[in-house]
């Protein structure tokens, strides 16, 4: 039977305001669960940018985007981690397109 994987992009945003050693802890935290869960193909951390509208009175953020492929459950629990996170300001996964892999 083949098992569906799915080419996904998320893209979180961690509070700049912690200390930095926690930021960077936040970031490979989320980074190494993506990469138990999936396949990660690139990692691009844009770094310190100021948000469109601030959040919690907070003016930037530290963002970082991820592409990676994985099974369709694993997206709901990584946007449930985001939310349970107090260090991540916001996080979205969006579905890129459909492959099929032979198991």
Not at 13 to 22: C, H, Y
Not at 55 to 78: K, Q, R
Request: aromatic fraction near 10%.
């Amino acid at each position: 039977m083949e098992k569906a994987v799915n080419s996904y992009e998320t893209l979180y945003i961690v509070n700049p305001t912690i200390a930095e050693d926690d930021l960077k802890n936040t970031v490979e935290k989320f980074n190494a669960l993506i990469a138990e869960n999936g396949t990660v193909a690139e990692v691009n951390e844009w770094g310190k940018r100021r948000l469109a509208y601030p959040i919690n009175d907070i003016p930037e953020g530290y963002y970082v985007l991820v592409n990676f492929t994985s099974d369709p459950s694993f997206p709901a629990e990584l946007e449930r981690r985001y939310n349970i996170d107090e260090n991540i300001m916001r996080g979205i996964v969006i579905r890129l397109e459909t492959k099929k892999a032979k198991s």
